[in-house]
């Protein structure tokens, strides 16, 4: 009997892992288009990181500091990054540099080293990083 009652407890146990998303390795190559995370759900509180820049206005080839925080001094694990066209979805046409490799990656999501992403799913305080332009784009926006 105690042997039936642990095999129920560990097919329950299991098919409740199968439940969780989550990455440990930085946000998949599928959020490219939609940037959606696929945690296998939508977050309903307000955004938990603060993303400022160092410019209201942006120049061909001049880099652009972008620093992140956790929002109210918290920590965050997970980030996915990316700089696109404020009218339509495109993708912005430019590239980031500077990094801290040993916590974020850069991935090439239909350009070269434009998705800012995690490495790892340690708790991070914050980070700066730099994008550089390519070339005027209009109006842009950090998503």
């Known amino acids: 009997m105690l042997g039936s009652s642990f095999r129920i407890l560990l097919v329950?146990?299991?098919s409740l892992a199968c439940c969780v998303y989550g990455?440990?390795?930085?946000?998949?190559?599928?959020?490219?288009?939609?940037l959606l995370p696929n945690h296998g759900y939508?977050?309903?509180g307000p955004c938990p990181i603060?993303?400022?820049?160092?410019v209201q206005c942006y120049q061909a080839g001049k880099p652009v500091t972008i620093t992140i925080k956790g929002g109210?001094?918290?920590?965050?694990?997970?980030?996915g990054l990316q700089v696109r066209q404020k009218a339509g979805d495109g993708i912005a046409e430019g590239v980031f540099e500077k990094i801290d490799t040993t916590q974020y990656k850069l991935n090439s999501c239909y350009g070269e080293k434009n998705y800012f992403?995690?490495?790892d799913n340690e708790e991070k305080d914050g980070?700066?990083?730099t994008w550089i332009p390519e070339s005027q784009q209009g109006e842009?926006?950090?998503v």
Do not use: H, N
């Not at 990455?23 to 939609?34: E, H, K, Q």
């Open 12 to 14: 329950f146990a299991t």
């Open 127 to 129: 980070t700066t990083l």
């Open 42 to 44: 939508r977050q309903t």
């Open 50 to 54: 603060k993303v400022t820049t160092d």
């Open 23 to 34: 990455f440990s390795t930085g946000c998949p190559m599928s959020a490219c288009s939609d």
């Open 72 to 79: 109210d001094g918290k920590k965050y694990r997970g980030i």
């Open 117 to 119: 992403t995690f490495r």
């Open 140 to 142: 842009l926006e950090i």
